[in-house]
């Protein structure tokens, strides 16, 4: 049986401020070999990727002072890969049912981004951060539950899929524009996938505005509604949205 591959990539900032960028990535790949219930919420979440004879190309940054700049590394690496990207922060912890909809979810010759939704930190009054779309549109895919998501619409970027055919549309759809989406970093050429970019007087985080403008018309966006993602201690179910 050939495994299912991806590209996962993290970022480990505040690990990074208490062993520096290189001590921070030796402690995730020690955890890695020898998982444990005190683990790191994206140790625990990628090994079970592992357990389920996923293999995994992992990519992490320890110096995410930018995080839209960290995901637009992480974007060119797995571009350059050939794998689908899985996008993961460092304090998502997933079912395993979970993440098994996910893979299960990217495997389409159709573009198509994944997203999973979950509460933002705030353990008195958790918020949702994606927005139920007012019309459901759900649909099954390879037996996974998604939502459709409006165009322009999005999740945090925690827990986030994206197939080849979709990533192969977001570079060229950037490269169109190239001499506004591109940076040099290190002396390298890079897309700028992700950044924050102001409208009408609005703020748009690096997440938002990559939903909103860095995603093709004809790319889906749909929310993953199988098993339980806690972000940051918070939980939630998300067969109940």
Known sequence: MIKRRFFVSTSVYALAHQLGMAGAIQEVTRQLDAPGKDSLPVVRTITRFRHLEIEVQLHVDGGATYIGMARSRAFHEAFNSGLPWISLDDDIDVTTDCVAAMADALDDLLPRIVVVPYYTRDHEH???????????HETLRNNVRLLALPKGAGAGFGFVGINRPAMQAIAEDADAIAQHLTWFDHGEKKRAIFYE??????????????????VPPHVSVEALLVGTVVHAGVPLNLTTL
């Open 197 to 214: 970019r102001l409208e009408d007087g609005l703020w748009y985080g690096e997440d938002t505005s990559f939903f909103r403008y860095r």
């Open 126 to 136: 958790p918020q949702l951060t994606f927005t139920v779309p007012l019309v459901r």
